[in-house]
């Protein structure tokens, strides 16, 4: 029987996908399957059907997997926040390695590189740093809610539906926060709603009100609240910001984006101080690092100092080598490894990334770092010094073709990896093999319930 879009069907659920969907087969074809782990049986309903494969949504438990836990969250499943919430953590983290592994093999056809077991979060909830809610003129309804004469459709301040732009969810409390953020959480919702101005309208792009973004700082158990608006109007914004600093002692900074742009992103055109310090400390290590609100910073600090510890060690530094980081954003790992370094060479394509790098290492009296603002393609073949080590950061989608090529006439003796897409980390290994043998990796979990995995890659440079 072939199946068709729509039809309803049950299945055993035998593996998992890098992706967090659940693998079932029907007739020999892949059903990938949302919200389903492997030994669950479940009925699914067919909402994607191609040649060699479909894709499938739980409809109905039919029979659970041991893998299985209760989910704490009323939003898991809804939410695309977390979704696995469900899977008991330990196997959480034994999928991320297995994931790590079979990118490795499938992709850089790479057989027996030793993938490490994961190293686990401290926490495995309110373990973020940062949280960014959206605000819309009309909520998502959970599925128990629809037809509910008691439950209206007014304006939200949440998360995202998964897949879409303009599906919030009214969220009352995210366990991925620390609990003050959801008392935050609250009052910004409820000053939203009494105030004379209108939320944004994420399709009609008409309103005031954008976003919400919290920030909190780990070390010190400060906060920061960044309100992002369209149009600057502060006698509308003030009040709510004297309002959380008043009530909330460990909130030290409330600012106001303005973005009156219709992409829906959360940092403004400018940006308002509305009470408190402009910025927010943190702390790695012994590294303490300046936030402003729209810093980029990892957003579970604990995880960071593991991941960076993992960097140091892979690197192998006996304090005579030149290294160049490559990506380094803010110069987090710059920093981090500088005292265990001769000198420290940071490349990276945002100004205002360069800026706070720069500014971290007068924070911190690291003076052997330096930092080069360019697109890497042209500051790297223009490096006036040839590194001993590269460490290699690169967003999602991993590095340009023509870095690669850079990276292979540079010939650093050991190349150290972080990566946060293990296929793209394995694409790039494919694309270095013939230069570098990977040695090892270890996994780093940073989003526990999540399927999304950190991991260092240690390479050694091939005798010729």
């Given amino acids: 029987m072939s199946l068709k879009k729509g039809q309803h069907i049950e299945l055993e659920v035998?593996?998992?996908?890098?992706?967090?969907?659940g693998i079932a087969r029907h007739e020999g074809m892949a059903v990938f399957v949302d919200q389903a782990i492997p030994q669950d049986r479940v009925l699914a309903r067919i909402v994607k059907k191609k040649k060699s494969y479909a894709e499938a949504r739980t409809v109905e438990l039919l029979e659970s997997s041991p893998q299985r836990v209760h989910a704490p969250c009323p939003y898991s499943g809804t939410c695309g926040g977390c979704k696995w919430q469900f899977l008991g953590y330990a196997h959480q983290i034994g999928y991320k390695q297995q994931h790590v592994r079979e990118s490795l093999e499938h992709i850089a056809m790479l057989q027996d590189v030793p993938v490490h077991p994961t190293v686990a979060s401290d926490q495995v909830f309110g373990y973020r740093n940062k949280m960014e809610f959206s605000c819309s003129t009309r909520r998502w309804l959970m599925a128990e809610e629809l037809g509910r004469e008691d439950v209206a459709a007014e304006m939200a301040l949440g998360l995202h539906v998964p897949g879409t732009f303009d599906k919030v969810l009214d969220i009352q409390a995210c366990l991925l926060q620390p609990p003050l953020g959801n008392a935050i959480l609250s009052d910004v919702r409820d000053y939203i709603k009494k105030s004379a101005l209108p939320v944004y309208g994420l399709r009609s792009h008409v309103g005031f009100w954008r976003f919400l973004v919290l920030r909190?700082?780990?070390?010190?158990?400060?906060?920061?609240?960044?309100?992002?608006?369209?149009?600057?109007?502060?006698?509308?914004?003030?009040?709510?910001?004297?309002?959380?600093?008043?009530?909330?002692?460990?909130?030290v900074s409330v600012v106001n984006n303005i973005n009156s742009r219709p992409a829906g992103i959360a940092i403004g055109e400018y940006e308002r101080l509305l009470a408190g310090q402009?910025?927010?400390?943190?702390?790695?290590?012994?590294?303490?690092?300046?936030l402003s609100a729209n810093s980029f910073f990892q957003t579970n600090t604990r995880g960071a100092e593991r991941l960076y510890e993992t960097v140091r060690q892979y690197a192998g530094l006996q304090g005579t080598e030149t290294v160049l980081d490559l990506y380094c954003g803010t110069g987090t790992i710059a920093i981090y490894l500088a005292s265990a370094a001769l000198q420290v060479i940071?490349?990276?394509?945002?100004?205002?990334?360069?800026?706070?790098a720069r500014r971290n290492c007068r924070r911190n009296e690291v003076d052997n770092c330096r930092f080069i603002a360019g697109d890497i393609r042209r500051t790297l073949p223009q490096l006036d010094v040839r590194p001993e080590v590269l460490i290699i950061d690169p967003p999602r989608s991993g590095m340009h073709e023509d870095v690669v090529k850079q990276v292979m006439a540079c010939g650093p003796g050991k190349i150290v990896y972080v990566s946060c897409n293990p296929?793209?980390?394995?694409?790039?290994?494919?694309?270095?093999?013939?230069?570098?043998?990977?040695?090892?990796?270890?996994?780093?979990?940073?989003?526990?319930?999540?399927?999304?995995?950190?991991?260092?890659?240690?390479?050694?440079?091939?005798?010729?």
């Avoid at 010190?220 to 909330?248: C, F, G």
């Avoid at 402009?278 to 300046?290: H, N, S, V």
Wanted: net charge negative.
């Fill in 423 to 464: 296929a793209t980390m394995a694409r790039d290994m494919l694309l270095l093999k013939e230069a570098y043998s990977l040695v090892e990796v270890q996994p780093v979990d940073m989003f526990p319930h999540t399927f999304h995995i950190e991991a260092v890659a240690r390479l050694v440079k091939k005798t010729q």
């Fill in 14 to 21: 035998t593996q998992i996908a890098f992706g967090g969907k």
């Fill in 346 to 356: 940071g490349m990276e394509v945002i100004e205002a990334a360069v800026e706070d």
């Fill in 216 to 251: 909190h700082s780990t070390a010190h158990d400060q906060w920061m609240v960044n309100i992002v608006t369209s149009s600057e109007a502060r006698e509308h914004v003030q009040p709510l910001a004297d309002l959380l600093i008043e009530k909330y002692p460990p909130v």
């Fill in 278 to 290: 402009a910025t927010l400390l943190e702390r790695i290590g012994p590294f303490e690092f300046e």
